[in-house]
Nanobody, 123 residues
Framework: VQLQAFGGGLVQAGDSLRLSCAAS????????MGWFRQAPGKERECVAA????????HYADSVKGRFTISRDSAKNTVYLQMNSLKPEDTAVYYC?????????????????WGQGTEVTVSS
């Protein structure tokens, strides 16, 4: 069972990026999926989460209106569209799946994690 996150890179402030998280080994279409990020010296935080149907989403206040989480169950893939990027968005971004609860933003309730993809936003 693997989650592979990709799509990170070095961009300038105001640019956009789309992160993708591809699941393999089992289907994650019925699970809550989340995107987390961890900046140097900071704790890992939930940026966005989405339930199995896509009908419920959550965004951190710092990214509301700029980031959009979505999922394509047929492709077993979750996306994070990031617009109007800011230098403070610089971090390693991780995707994760929770098989334990229907919907959560709590880190410890996620039991499958991808390897992380680095996003650097220059000013």
């Amino acid at each position: 069972v693997q989650l592979q996150a990709f799509g990170g890179g070095l961009v300038q402030a105001g640019d956009s990026l789309r992160l993708s998280c591809a699941a393999s080994g089992r289907t994650f279409s019925s699970y809550c999926m989340g995107w987390f990020r961890q900046a140097p010296g900071k704790e890992r935080e939930c940026v966005a989460a989405i339930n199995w149907s896509g009908g419920t989403t959550h965004y951190a206040d710092s990214v509301k209106g700029r980031f959009t989480i979505s999922r394509d169950s047929a492709k077993n893939t979750v996306y994070l569209q990031m617009n109007s990027l800011k230098p403070e968005d610089t971090a390693v971004y991780y995707c994760a799946a929770s098989t334990r609860v229907v919907f959560t933003t709590t880190l410890r309730e996620y039991d499958y994690w991808g390897q992380g993809t680095e996003v650097t936003v220059s000013s």
